[in-house]
């Protein structure tokens, strides 16, 4: 069964620092990997989509890396600003079903 | 293009009450599906289709039902509601998760009392 970890749960960071969230997954049989971003009270938003066959993905600030043969992903976000705090969640879909499995989720606070 | 819409925003209901939340989508993407948000948790996958008449379980299927009558609508029934079933519900929908990523609506706060 695939589960998916997200660590660490919460951060919290200074303005301007370029930071690094984790995503692990126990079953490398993915078709693909996405990185959302969640604002309080509100749904989920795509950041960035990466198809089992690529390495990474990049737009503007971010960059997620997909290193299927040992289950771990990681979004890193360059020069981070207050408008970045949100939640961040990954989530795969394991080869051959239909389904996403989310993690929980990292709270990121910016501080200015 | 709307994307995927929910209604309602927010319901309050009463334990045994029943419910029907709509979600539909404007895009055109065969695969939608229900999902739940507890505080502090991920998201559980409720129940999930993969075009007009085809839907199947997910994580957390049991209380709800669903139906796919239409490419662009889906909506999640809840029957006899329970405490238990006070979440956050998302519906989402995508072109095929094994090419392409999933769009979400803005979700349906649900309280159950």
């Known amino acids: 069964k695939q589960e998916v970890t997200q660590i660490p749960a919460a951060l919290s960071v200074p303005e301007g620092e370029n930071l690094v969230l984790n995503c692990s997954f126990t079953?490398?049989?993915?078709?693909?990997l996405q990185w959302f971003r969640q604002d309080p009270g509100k749904g989920l938003t795509s950041l960035l989509l990466i198809q089992s066959s690529q390495r990474e993905q990049t737009s503007g600030r971010l960059n997620a890396s997909l290193d299927k043969s040992s289950g771990r992903s990681t979004l890193y976000i360059a020069a981070s600003q207050p408008g970045d705090s949100a939640t961040y969640l990954c989530a795969v879909v394991t080869s051959g079903t239909y389904k996403y499995i989310f993690g929980t989720g990292t709270r990121l606070k910016v501080l200015a | 293009n709307a994307g995927v819409t929910q209604t309602p925003k927010f319901r309050i209901l009463k334990i045994g009450q029943s419910m029907t939340l709509q979600c539909a989508q404007d895009m055109n993407h065969n695969y939608m599906y229900w999902y739940r948000q507890d505080p502090g948790m991920g998201l559980k996958l409720i129940y999930y289709?993969?075009?007009?008449?085809?839907?199947d379980k997910g994580e957390v299927p049991n209380g709800y039902n669903v139906s796919r009558s239409t490419t662009e609508d889906f909506p999640l029934r809840l029957e006899l509601a329970a405490p238990s079933q006070t979440s956050v519900y998302f519906c989402?929908?995508?072109?095929?998760?094994?090419?392409?990523?999933?769009?979400f609506g803005p979700g349906t706060r649900l309280t159950v009392t």
């Open positions: 079953d490398s049989a993915i078709y693909n």
């Open positions: 289709s993969v075009g007009a008449g085809i839907t």
């Open positions: 989402a929908s995508s072109w095929g998760p094994d090419r392409a990523e999933q769009y």
